[in-house]
């Protein structure tokens, strides 16, 4: 039985993550160690509680009728939903395609990952930190070419509208013409949805 | 707390369409609660409930039951308001317009509804966005006669037809008492936990910046003509119109004299500022 440590659950969420009415499913676990992560709590694998798919389809259906008026559903976060690529695999087994199914991912992923999840995805939210490498690197503590490759792999496979990619301003690690070259190199991957923010730092 | 009581009504709103396009019979009470809301209740829960087991009874009659992408309308990003390119849109500067309490509310607009407290409520004002001319009906207050269809360009201000504009003005002045200006429910301060609460996981950041949002808030407290006047970018003006589509304010309001209240529709502009916060 495929279970997942998830520590959080936001019900109600209005075009926060995606289109519709969304609950936000957060897993434990990511691979990267962003320096201003606000969700550490991800990183530790002790913390959280244990879900099947089944329950977490059991705690979540409440809001059903929501999300199919609104064409809502679920957005997987964290943490680095795509590792948990069974347990999203069994969940949409369970929901059906109606739900629409959003990850908030780095995409740094194995390739392999990324072309199972595709037809399983209704959409990507894509923090792609910085396309510098060395600035990526400094930041995540992780290289970046898998991340391209990977997001090239999805824009070439589905729907490019679906896919947002969020490419920040990252206090002290890149700069305004940084972010603007991460910008302007999206573009001419075929990026459509670029949605540039500043980090928040608390 | 405002989050919650805006989501509610939001949630309230999809569950009324959903009724309404599968004749399902739904009373929905006016909430009381005073508390702290967090979007649901049980009592909110019980409707889910019941619309989902008449949905089933229905479907059991072999008859269709309608939900899917009802309400898509209701929560996507207001594209028409995006679509609308800044210089469309009246500036703070023009000469129609009064500053009050950080609100632009054009001065000839406290219009029909006030004075006559009769006319159809959403009939007192109209934004044609394409022309950006702005028709009302006036009506003399005192013989409920009516003076004339005013227009006037929002370019060109000066160039108002068919009205005494002096007279109208001085019919306002000595009728009124009292001018309430829109609020959001709570206050500005809750408008804006409201706003920064729905924008949502903001895990690691946010757009920066300033932003103006022009609107018109009906009679009812409805929102409607939600235009972002100064962007912040594509996204965050998207999140933040489809979120004033949403929201109820308590409307504008003149009482007069005679002690009598009318809500009237009133345009205002809100201006949000979102920092950029570093340590």
Known sequence: MTTA???????????????????LVAFNGCPLRCKYCLNKTSWDMDKGRDY?????FEEVKIDQLYFLATHGGITFGGGEPLLQKEFIKE???????????????????PFETVQEMNEVLDGYI???????????????????????????????????????VRVPHIPEYNTDEDVAKSVERLKAMGVVEVDEFQYIIR | MARGKQTCKILKEIRKQIAAENDIELVIEECTYQGDCLGTCPKCEAEVRYLEHEL??????????VVAGLSVGLLGPS??????????????????????????????????????????????????????????????????????????????????????TDDYVNVLINNSLTFYVPQ?????????????????????GNAYGDMEVAFTVEPNGKLSHIEIIKGVNEQLDAQVAALFKFMEWRPAIWEMKSEEKFPFACQCVQKLHFPMITH
């Not at chain 2, 089933?56 to 039951?65: C, F, P």
């Not at chain 2, 409201?194 to 996981?201: E, P, V, Y």
């Open chain 1, 5 to 23: 440590k998830i520590f959080g659950l936001d019900r109600h969420r209005l075009t926060t993550d995606g289109e519709g009415v969304t609950t």
């Open chain 1, 52 to 56: 099947t798919p089944e329950m977490l």
């Open chain 1, 91 to 109: 969940f949409r087994a369970i929901c059906g395609p109606q739900w629409q199914i959003v990850v908030e991912t780095s995409l740094h992923v």
């Open chain 1, 126 to 164: 894509v923090d792609i930190k910085d396309l510098n490498p060395d600035i990526y690197l400094t930041y995540t503590g992780k290289e970046n070419p898998l991340v391209l490759k990977n997001l090239e792999w999805i824009l070439q496979h589905g729907d490019p509208k679906r896919i947002k």
């Open chain 2, 56 to 65: 089933e009874k229905r479907q059991r009659m072999g008859k269709a039951a």
């Open chain 2, 79 to 164: 594209q028409v308001a995006l679509a609308q390119t800044p210089d469309t849109i009246p500036s703070r500067n023009d000469s129609i317009v009064d500053i009050l309490d950080g609100y632009v509310v054009p001065k000839i607009q406290q219009s029909d509804v006030m004075l006559m407290g009769k006319i159809p409520m959403t009939s007192c004002y109209h934004v044609d966005p394409k022309r950006y001319r702005t028709v009302m009906d006036m009506f003399d207050f005192s013989g409920m006669r009516n003076l004339s269809v005013v227009g006037f360009d929002l370019e060109y201000p000066d160039r108002i037809e068919n009205v005494d």
């Open chain 2, 184 to 204: 959001f429910e709570g206050g500005e301060s809750d408008l804006l936990e409201f706003i920064s609460q729905n924008l949502g996981k903001n895990a690691d």
